[in-house]
Nanobody, 117 residues
């Protein structure tokens, strides 16, 4: 079973930065072959993709975060990161880590990010 644990959320002022981490408790082989992503869900809104990174390191970003957020992965540590710069109040949401492998999708419990204006 895959366990994903997010950390790094918190309360920041607009313009500040945060770095989210997602540790994957699974075999190293699984993580190396999984596509990893960060999603977010704001109150009253649907969950949306923020960024993802394939097992080969190809990345994809939502238009709203391009140029501000960077996703990366460390296969040796079974961890995926989301560096968030120039945060805006509109980035306020619960951020979820996702692992996609074959037909399976696994989710973390989420970490709250709140950006004050």
């Amino acid at each position: 079973q895959v366990q994903l644990v997010e950390s790094g959320g918190g309360l920041v002022q607009a313009g500040e930065s945060l770095r989210l981490s997602c540790a994957c408790a699974a075999s190293g082989i699984f993580f190396s072959f999984a596509d990893m992503g960060w999603y977010r869900q704001a109150p009253g809104k649907q969950r949306e993709l923020v960024a993802d990174i394939t097992r080969d390191g190809d990345t994809n970003y939502a238009d709203s975060v391009k140029g501000r957020f960077t996703i990366s992965r460390d296969n040796a540590k079974n961890t995926v990161y989301l560096q968030m710069n120039s945060l805006k109040p509109g980035d306020t949401a619960v951020y979820f880590c996702n692992a996609h492998f074959g037909r399976s999708d696994d989710w973390g419990q989420g970490t709250q990010v709140t950006v004050a204006s």
